[in-house]
């Protein structure tokens, strides 16, 4: 079955400091992978996603994220953390031609100043 | 551009109450429409997708139903509230591909805070 896992519920940082976060997923082909964040009260905004090609993939607000086939993971970075990245963050997998789309159960993020 | 709209933002109502949340997108046509309900720590379950008017497909069974009375409307309905249908309840769209699957990715709406009291 395919699924989503976020091994971190909550990561504090510090504002500069550099961020990752985790995401590996269980699906029988390559998925399309998503990154969401969420503001608390809001809803969910893009922040990149990778449909095919080049494996290190740059959204908005200077995130990156890098898709490993091997260890079936796409984790989220970030080099220099401001306060306002303090969110929820979501990933996600949308199976090609299917209307499926499984989210993780988020990583809240904190940064202190 | 595409915009997506939800309404109410905010909702209170005593159990055994009706509801109707709504969801529309502009600038697009034949959207695929989706309903998402999210619950703190559990991410977001997917309740109803629809492919085009008339057609629902449910993913839960549940206290709840969604209509498409029009191509860029989506409406979750429930006759009667529980205290469990409290959480947050996104509307979502995406382009329509092939047979009406999904192609890239949802775009969300702004989302509708539920309390059942």
């Known amino acids: 079955a395919q699924s989503v896992t976020q091994p971190d519920i909550h990561i504090t940082v510090s504002e500069g400091a550099s961020l990752e976060l985790r995401c590996n997923y269980s699906?029988?082909?390559?998925?399309?992978l998503f990154w969401y964040v969420q503001s608390p009260g809001q809803g969910l905004q893009l922040l990149l996603k990778?449909?095919?090609?080049?494996?290190l993939v740059q959204g908005i607000k200077g995130f990156e994220a890098e898709f490993k086939r091997s260890q079936s993971s796409f984790n989220l970075r970030k080099p220099s953390v401001h306060w306002s990245d303090a969110a929820e963050y979501f990933c996600a997998v949308g199976a090609p031609l299917s209307n499926q789309f499984y989210f993780g159960t988020g990583t809240s993020l904190t940064v202190i100043p | 551009s595409q915009t997506i709209h939800q309404w109410p933002a905010t909702l209170v109502q005593p159990v055994g109450s009706p509801l109707s949340l709504e969801c529309t997108v502009e600038?697009?046509?034949?959207?695929?429409l989706y309903w998402y309900r999210q619950a703190a720590g559990r991410g977001l379950q997917l309740l109803f997708y629809s492919v085009g008017i008339g057609q629902i497909s449910s993913e839960v069974p549940q206290n709840l139903s969604a209509s498409r009375p029009q191509d860029r409307q989506f409406i979750l309905s429930s006759k009667k509230l529980l205290l469990s249908d409290s959480g947050f309840y996104l509307c979502?769209?995406?382009?329509?591909?092939?047979?009406?699957?999904?192609?890239?990715?949802?775009?969300f709406g702004e989302g509708s805070r539920l309390t059942v009291l």
């Open positions: 699906y029988g082909a390559t998925p399309y």
């Open positions: 979502a769209w995406s382009l329509s591909g092939l047979a009406g699957t999904r192609t890239g990715e949802l775009f």
């Open positions: 600038g697009t046509s034949n959207p695929n």
């Open positions: 990778y449909f095919s090609g080049d494996t």
